[in-house]
């Protein structure tokens, strides 16, 4: 069964920071896509980042140059740095999973991952 935590969100002041952190386990794939999605109220869930067992990212335009991915694999962790926050940045914060490589115009969409966490919020005030 393979379970996502997300945890590192709250909130902050517009220009902060904060990383996220996305624990998981029983993900046995040796090729995988991991990314991060956030959805706003009353917006739908949108990808802002990914990444993939051959080392490729991808990044949103809303978020390139201020947020970095990466993960840890030794300690089966994905994480989220976000620099110079912005009060449109406010959202819950979901991680997610699925076996394989993805293109880069499939590795931001939502409906291409099976395996989710249960979300983190951040907020950010002007």
């Known amino acids: 069964q393979v379970q996502l935590v997300e945890s590192g969100g709250g909130a902050v002041q517009s220009g902060g920071s904060l990383r996220l952190s996305c624990e998981v386990s029983g993900y046995t794939y040796t090729t995988y896509s991991m990314g991060w999605f956030r959805q706003a109220p009353g917006k739908e869930r949108e990808g802002i980042t990914a990444l993939d067992s051959a080392r490729s990212t991808s990044y949103a335009r809303s978020v390139q140059g201020r947020f970095t991915i990466s993960l840890d694999v030794a300690k089966n962790t994905l994480f989220l740095q976000m620099n110079d926050l912005k009060p449109e940045d406010t959202a819950v914060y979901y991680c997610?999973?699925?076996?394989?490589?993805?293109?880069?115009?499939?590795?931001?969409?939502?409906?291409?991952?099976?395996?989710w966490g249960q979300g983190t919020q951040v907020t950010v005030s002007s």
């Open positions: 997610a999973a699925d076996r394989g490589l993805k293109t880069p115009w499939r590795a931001l969409r939502p409906d291409e991952y099976n395996y």
